[in-house]
């Protein structure tokens, strides 16, 4: 691909991937579909569920154009291959072209369907009519959603792309296309999977993210997934009236220190071991007096004399737990970024050590 084909087409996958997927330069700039489009989509707050069938529908259309976008500036970049032209364009480009005007057009048409008859047959409608009376239809249900989305106690949560939204009667999950919708007392979780980050960007720090699985006793309500945080589980408890299942026994880590235990442990293994002394037995942890102790602290940061860590010359006495609990208890809680690299005092002599220094006794 010649040089300039080669730097469109880089620039405008970037472009087009950030505009899929926003990052929050995009955001901030104002290159979204919500920010282009706002003033056609209206108020979230006013009119939650209507915002958001306008919402998807505009997000498909303007996604479905991508391609379209992308054959126009090859037109301009590539002049040679005579795009412009369908005749002379080559085989492979028309074929391209044809691909890229019927994704705007099976869009379109999908967009026109859904909104004529008053919205009647977009999915989002048809679900939330099987929670209508009789005698009213899916506006009445759309107008009790719209009027607890706006209470300050509903529990939001997630990306924009991925929010999840609970609030007294509806649990709702919004994406990048759509708004799924379940009502409470029809719905059963289940946490079906965890995943552990050892470090977010926004924080700097380990974090575990739950897959809950939410179900409905209704068949004609399809089941989704929400995503969230293990440090908002509690929280979202808190506002859901029906109980979540662990199925998967997943270990649900609600705090920070939670978090940090796991990834000390795990940073800890990876240090060199200690070789106990063929003279020397293990006492119980003075922590605990549960376990045998199994850390020692040794100083493997940097040489004897440099830096800011310390020999200890203390016999083993304390467990990997209670170690890690100690080290997390002298840290300041309002920096967690700076855990995983600071130095505390030795519980016992008070000579200073980091994580590197702890040892796994074998």
């Known amino acids: 691909m010649e040089s300039p084909a080669a730097a469109f087409t880089l620039a405008y996958v970037v472009l087009a991937v950030c505009f899929v997927f926003p990052p ?3 955001r901030s700039a104002g290159l979204t579909v919500q920010s282009l489009l706002g003033g056609w989509l209206g108020s979230e707050d006013a009119a939650f569920v209507q915002y958001h069938l306008r919402r998807g529908t505009a997000t498909l259309l303007a996604h479905a154009l991508l391609p379209l976008g992308y054959y126009t500036g090859m037109c301009f970049a590539t002049p040679e291959k005579q795009l412009c032209s369908l005749y002379q364009a080559p085989d492979a480009w028309r074929v391209f072209f044809l691909l890229a005007v019927l994704a705007p057009a ?3 048409l999908l967009a026109y369907y859904w909104s004529r008859n008053d919205w009647n047959d977009h999915p989002l409608v ?8 009789p005698q009213s239809g899916w506006r009445a249900v759309a107008s009790s959603i719209n009027t607890e989305f706006r209470r300050i106690d509903k529990f939001a949560t997630g990306a924009p792309g991925a929010r999840v939204i609970v609030t007294d009667t509806w649990i709702m999950k919004v994406t990048t296309y759509s708004l799924r919708v379940a009502q409470q007392q029809d719905i059963d979780l289940t946490v079906v999977d965890s995943r552990q980050h050892e470090l977010v ?7 575990q993210f739950l897959t809950i699985r939410v179900g409905s006793i209704n068949p004609r309500v399809t089941p989704f997934n929400i995503r969230l945080n293990s440090t908002e589980y509690g929280e979202l408890r808190e506002k859901l009236h029906a109980p979540i299942r662990n199925a ?4 649900i880590h609600q705090s920070l220190s939670d978090l940090f235990l796991e990834t000390f442990t795990s940073l800890v293994e990876m240090n060199q071991p200690y070789a106990l002394p063929s003279n020397q037995e293990l006492e119980p942890c003075i922590g605990c007096m549960q376990t045998s102790a199994n850390v020692k602290l040794l100083k493997n940061c940097q040489a004897p004399g440099e830096g800011e860590c310390q020999q200890c010359y203390c016999r083993p006495m304390w467990c990997m737990t209670c170690m890690g609990k100690w080290f997390a208890s002298r840290q300041d809680q309002q920096h967690p970024e700076t855990w995983l690299s600071s130095h505390v005092p030795c519980p016992t002599c008070r000579a ?11």
């Open 24 to 26: 929050d330069e995009f």
């Open 106 to 108: 099976a869009a379109g």
């Open 126 to 133: 048809r679900t939330i009519s099987f929670y209508a009376l």
């Open 201 to 207: 960007p926004d924080s700097n720090m380990p974090a």
């Open 248 to 251: 998967a026994n997943v270990v």
């Open 352 to 362: 200073k050590f980091c994580i590197l220094d702890v040892c796994v006794i074998r």
